[in-house]
Structures are given as C-alpha cells and as structure tokens.
C-alpha cells in the first residue's frame, strides 16, 4: 500500500508497536493488527515458548497483516545477549555486550550478530532492539553495566558499528540504543527519570560518538532514551523533548532514518506524563515510532490520543506522513517479509554446529583475569575446592532470569576436581554467611562468585571474612556480572570477570580455573 491510499488510522498505525501477553494470535491481538492497524509488535520472555511455537505465531500476525491491509509488520524482540536474551532456548547463545567488549573481537562481533539476526529471521522476527550503544561510564549505572560495550566510545562505537553490519547483512533492522546515552546514569528509567548533567561538549566527545558512527554505518532506527540531559533540555527526558530528538538527531547529526521510543509504559515516563499524552509528546518531538509494550488499553488510549492530535490540529497529517513515510522505506529497503521457509526447513538453520563454535569461541575470549597477585590459577588439581555461589538476580526491568544446566561447581568437576559446592542468596543472611565460614574451613582452595556486590552488601562483608578468615590461601574471587566487584574488594588478590552468568560464560570461566584455556580478555571498563 502506497502512503497516499492511507488512511489517517493506517497511518497512525504504522507509529505504534505493541506487546502484548500470550503464546498466540489471539483476538485482541488480531484486533490490534486488523482494527487498529499497528504496524508492529515485540515479543518477550512471556511470549516464548519455543522455536516453533514463535515461528507459527510470526507467520499468524504477518497474515493478519497482510489481509488487512498489505504491510508486513515489523516484529521485534530484545535478543541483546548475555542476561538480556528473549529466546533462551533453541537457538545459538550470545555472549552480552561486555563481554564482546572485553574479547575485543569485531569480525567476530559481526559474524555473531549475522548469525543471530539470520535466526531470528528463521523465527519471523525482523527487528532487534540491539545493539546498545550506551557507554558505561558510572559504576552506580543499574540498568545499562554490564549491556555495554565498555567505556572507550571508540572501543563502543566499533562493536557497536560491526553489530550493526552483522544484523543488516542478515536482513534484520537493528535497533540502536538508548540516545543519547544511558550509561552515566544512577537512576533506573523503568523506576523514574534519571538526569545527565553534562554539556554538549563532554557529550559530544563522548556519549555521542556510537551514535555518531552509527548513522555513518547507515544505522535503521534509534531508539530514545528516557533520560533527562539538562544541558540540551532542561525539562523534558530525551523521548520527548524535541530539542534532542529533532534538534540534536536530526538536524545536528543529520540522522534521517526511523526514531523510536523506548517503552512509554517505563516509570519515567507513565508515571511523569501519562503514557496516552506521552506518545502524543513524543510524536511532537520527533519520533516515528511510539513502543507501548504491556497494557492493551494504553496502546488503544494512546492511538485515541493520537488520532484527536490530527484531529485538534497539534500533529499535522504533514507531520505525520514524514513519520510513516520513513517507516514504509525502512520495511521496504530490509524486506521485512521474505517468503517463510517451512519450519521443517527453518529449524536447521537453528544452533548449528558452526554457529554454536562462533560463540563458544568468543566467549572464551572474554573471560578476563583483573588481577592475579599470588598466581592462583589454575586452581590445583590435587587439592579440594569449595565454590561459593550467589544466585543471580533480575537487577533492572530488562533483565532476564538465565538457569544454567550446570553450576559453576559442576562445570569445574567435569575437569577432575574434587568440588563442594554452596549456593546463597544474593544478599546473604547472617545464617548463610556463618554456615559459608565453617564450610570453608574445609577446603583448601575457595572460589567465591560474586553477582553486583557492590549493590549487596552482605557478599562483600563475606569476602572482608573469608580473607580474615583464610587470607591469601587459595582464594579465588568471580565476578559473575558487574566486573566493579573487583574494585569493591581490594582485599582480594585474585580476581576474574566473566560478566555474566549464563550458561556459556560458566562454561568458558571454569575452563579458565582449570588451566585448559588461557585468560585473553581486557577489562572494558575502568576501574579506577
């Protein structure tokens, strides 16, 4: 359908994506597709089931589409990697930003993002919300950390550059984020609005420099940030202030692809504004796509706002045509639709044997040594071994919860130790802690996971009496996220960052511990 047989409606449509809860196609999802016309949809965890089950319900809402008025849609998920992967299952695992930034690999980033993109493809999805192009700038930082690639711009704008080509070449739309930055903040944007202080100058020479070589590379779409930056505009958070988005965006750094909010249903913004007048604001500003991701009478409040907009005069149809002008070149240009293989055919596509290498490989790239002072690894094979292991926690609103098959424990005595395991919570009670010191005193060698210890207390007051309690025998520290646990606990001479605990990272780091694979990664961010 060419723009000038829209309707107003159509058009309308097509600047909303919507999630929604459930497995299938369902009516008041068929609804949104046929009645409303919105032009996308992004599914997360609570719509995966498996492989299958996401590729039959693709093809369903690309039907729906298609007989409603012949736009496919855009289907979108967060498959970033690392603790931030919708599909957690079926598909080849993805190490996280940071530790892509730490293997320090870009042909081996784009490979990657080609070989995640075409699978996601196979699924019928053509749109990722990656990569995040944010820079981890504040240790404090609790949603971005570890969904970085680093703290060097350059070192951020590369991957970052290199992701984005891997997607393309796979046919899928990446999703850049969150502009102009995220990752100098200490206030979580899906709990209230964070504020960047810092002037133009500073931002140029550096949160802005991935942005700026992503439009370069020929970036799709970027997604904002809820975040005010006082020194562009001292009143509205980036999603709806048009000084950033049409002043800083368009006209300064000269983006002409797709804008798109991050999801107006986050604190910052539903709690500040109202979600219904929000995306009415955020339009007004400059973004092309509103992303309402949970409550189906907020995506029909917020296209009724819309729609009284045009009808009251505050978005012209002029405005709104450039908006979805740019959205139908977009779909056009990526083919956002190609004909479906068959899912007996798709499925091979999926974990093979090559792509699964790619990631294992790169993951063992990451696994970086902070410090070493008494040369504790390996770990040694003649004597016993108690691994102290958190569980990990959702920390931020994008967060997954990642089960590993094996613990870190077991993927050690696949290697021939001697391992006790125990696992505490995050934030231990004093009850744990005791019952971790007389364990201790059992074992010769002590490996102590951390997970954001910094932000936990209790795990760095376990440490301070481990090395009281042991000193420098043997004892080993990971950090499983956050690699500033490392700076968090001085007193601890030997240190490890895998900066994740999924299944792949646990993988690679225990065969750092055992000797089997030397320890190549930089740290990505700075310490001191």
Known sequence: MELSQMTVAEKLGQMVMCGFHGETCDEQLRALITRQHVGGIIYFTRNVVAPKQIHELSAALQQAAIESNGIPLLIATDQEGGMVTRIKSGVTPIPGQMALGAAGDEQAVRQLACISGSELRHLGINMNLAPCLDIQNNPRNPVIGVRSYGSDPQRVA????????????????????????????????????????????????RELVPFVEAITCGADVIMTAHVLFSAIDGTLPATLSKPVLTGLLREQ????????????????????????KAAVMAVEAGADIVLISHTYAAQLGALQALHEAVEAGVLTEERIDRSVSRILHMKKKRGVMPPPLPWVDAQEQLERPEAIAC??????????????????????????????????????????????????????????????????????????????????????????????????????????????????????????????????????????????????????????????????????????
Request: hydrophobic share 45%; with cysteine; glycine share 6%.
């Open 359 to 528: 990631a294992k490989a790169l993951s063992a790239k990451s696994i970086t040594v902070v410090r070493d002072e008494a040369r504790l690894i390996p770990l040694r094979k003649e004597e016993s071994v108690l691994v102290i292991y958190p569980k990990s926690a959702v920390t931020t609103g994008a967060d997954e919860r990642i089960e590993a098959a094996q613990s870190l424990g077991e993927q050690l005595a696949r290697y021939g130790y001697r391992v006790i395991e125990t696992c505490i919570d995050a934030n231990p009670t004093l009850a744990e802690i005791e019952a971790v010191l007389a364990k201790s005193r059992e074992a010769e060698q002590l490996v102590v996971a951390t997970y954001n210890a910094q932000n936990y207390p209790a795990q760095l007051e376990l440490l301070q009496l481990l090395t009281t309690l042991h000193g420098a025998k043997r004892l080993v520290a990971v950090a499983l996220r956050n690699p500033y646990d490392a700076r968090a606990a001085e007193q601890i001479g030997t240190y490890v960052a895998a900066y994740e605990s999924s299944p792949l990272a646990l993988e690679s780091l225990a065969r750092v511990l055992a000797g089997e694979q030397e320890a190549v990664g930089t740290l990505p961010v700075w310490l001191e």
């Open 253 to 276: 750094l000269g983006f002409d692809g797709v804008i798109m909010t991050d999801c107006m249903e986050m604190k910052a913004i539903a709690d500040t504004f109202g979600t219904e």
């Open 158 to 205: 590369r991957m970052g550059a290199a992701a984005i080509a891997g997607y393309q070449e796979a046919g899928i739309v990446p999703v850049v984020k969150h502009f102009p930055g995220h990752g100098d903040t200490s206030v979580d944007s899906h709990l209230a609005v964070p504020t960047i202080p810092h002037d133009l100058a500073r931002l140029r020479e």
